[in-house]
């Protein structure tokens, strides 16, 4: 039910992800109108539906998880828990779909925070950077986890089998940066995290330069590098466009270079390679650019098809488990260990800021 | 002594600024190399040298200060605390810049920490962005400062007598950010900032969209934020470019338009827009880009002049005693004051990490 052009545009795509793709499917909203939407397609009764009475509005961030504790995405989440689904996309409000799905799925066992992996247009093949916005704070240790998060997600999404790891910095030199990412570096540095590629710090103007597989960062500097990132193409674009649609001579150079510059634009359009999976959960959650089209959704629905065959929940507790890391992770975030009773649950994810 | 043209581009900039522009300068470094150069321009005898024995080197970062006690920068500081220079200019290593500046000449009275003012390239008047760098660590209550500082440099640099201040975050609501941004918000929105035309949260897809004329953010995410739009592009003019020339009808499309997209690419280029200003010390400090050529080391040293000419550090003091902020500087940062002698020098400049 969540996304710009739902929920006509949502099934749609879903309908392709299942006949083309052989994505096994549940439909979670308002079971009238998907029913209604599904004949369109001929689709009736071959893709289940689970009525779900509320949906997150767009505009609806955080608190929605609390007020609407029947929303589609709270019921996804719950056919999640009872192992009904594997995996859940949703083109719905991030902060909605993210508060919801924390409080519902809660951390999984060992991570102390969740973070957001978006890939980068980068060629030839995509950057991964996390955290895009799920987790403001982030201490050192968790910068670790999401080294380790990171590893996971591109052994899956970029077929590597040891992911570079790069952490974002103001400067390349290890001493350099913020209390947290001086420390972090120390970690990932040293021994005893396995299995993580550490390539060492780099800078903001080496996000679209390919230089490692993954970024590590923040989710406040990342959300901030990614959104100068699309502000800055936009600008940049809609510049080159003034550029060559002013003057006759470039109006004629413009005619003749019309489809290549589209493409191009369409190659760093948030729209088209934007979206991102939410880490770090007891399930997989892929959160698809609110303005997805059908084609966006059937990537989406691919996509967390793949993770979900991938093994990703467990490959993320296998890849923190190896790190130094683990311990923090049981005390803060996970799920209840009986080695922890003393000290309490100190972090249940709906208490987090 | 500093910069990738040094000495010849710089002097060669200095010689300009000092005869066409009117600035008085003093020219620091090397004398005999120096008054080599000047003989070109007939102009030994009318710019006064200082000897200084030593120069940082370009790859020199912060340490450089103590290692080399009389070098250019450290020289030209002194004859800031001397009263015989109003302020500096230098094309030198920024980290080794800030440094010695800081060591020499302290923060001035009541600001906590410096930051670096740059200008972002947006029509039809550049925005301000501040820390870009100086200061990685911040806490709510110097981020307060950076709008106070920023709003003494709007006031000089961009003649507006109450700039708009944005608060660089994830989000655009009040409750957004980590928890210095929620809290320097707060702080930003409550009363007791007199002078402060706070504007509420930008994002990073505003930067460049000219929505406000000053933007404050902490040093780490500022100096990524800055890194990442030149990065950005970088890559999507390269992009475009190959666009343009792969193909005959695109090719002969380019050839039609060369000029304008020139001229785009040098409006964005970090060169030509780049360097930035000191802000908080003892003395101002302009930073040009280490590739400056005449030209920019001209700008920089008219902007020195002009900075100085507003009474920049009496703007700031100013500034920052009408913010609610002001006794945190006195006790963290400033010059020694009598009625803080029961806690002692808490925090001299070079003390700080």
Not at 200 to 205: D, L, V
Not at 259 to 287: E, K, Q
Request: hydrophobic share 40%.
């Amino acid at each position: 039910m969540g996304g710009d052009h739902a929920p006509e545009e949502i099934i749609a795509g879903a309908v392709e992800a299942s006949r083309e793709h052989g994505v096994g499917l549940v439909l979670v909203g308002q079971a009238a109108r998907i029913r209604q939407e599904l004949e369109r397609y001929d689709a009736v009764g071959k893709i289940p539906i689970v009525h779900a009475d509320e949906a997150l509005d767009m505009d609806e961030g955080a608190l929605a998880s609390w007020r609407k504790p029947r929303s589609s995405i709270a019921i996804a989440c719950h056919l999640i828990k009872q192992g009904r689904a594997s995996a859940l996309v949703s083109a719905g409000s991030t902060a909605g779909v993210v508060a919801t799905s924390r409080l519902r799925l809660k951390g999984q066992q060992g991570v102390m925070r969740p973070a957001i992996a978006v890939t980068l247009p980068t060629r030839p093949r995509p950057t991964i950077l996390l955290d895009a916005g799920a987790t403001a704070d982030v201490k050192p240790e968790g910068l670790v986890q999401f080294a380790a998060l990171g590893t996971a997600y591109g052994q899956i999404l970029l077929g590597l089998d040891r992911p570079t790891v790069g952490l974002l910095n103001i400067g390349a030199e290890p001493g350099k940066g913020n209390k947290a990412t001086k420390r972090a570096h120390e970690l990932l540095s040293g021994g005893g995290n396995h299995g993580i590629e550490f390539a060492g710090n780099i800078e903001g103007h080496d996000l679209l330069s390919g230089r490692v597989d993954v970024v590590v960062t923040d989710g406040f500097s990342g959300n901030i590098a990614l959104k100068t990132m699309e502000g800055t193409i936009r600008t940049a674009f809609g510049e080159v466009r003034e550029t060559m649609t002013t003057g006759t001579a470039a109006r004629m150079g413009a005619l003749l270079q019309r489809r290549r510059m589209r493409d191009l634009r369409d190659r760093f359009d948030p729209d088209t390679y934007g979206g991102g999976v939410l880490l770090g959960l007891n399930g997989t959650i892929v959160i698809a650019h609110g303005a997805s089209r059908a084609r966006a959704i059937t990537s989406a629905c691919e996509l967390a098809h793949r993770l979900a065959a991938g093994r990703i929940v467990e490959r993320i507790r296998e890849q923190v488990a190896l790190t130094r890391t683990s311990r923090f992770g049981r005390r803060t975030h996970g799920e209840r260990d009986s080695t922890d009773e003393p000290l309490g649950d100190l972090g249940p994810v709906q208490k987090q800021p």
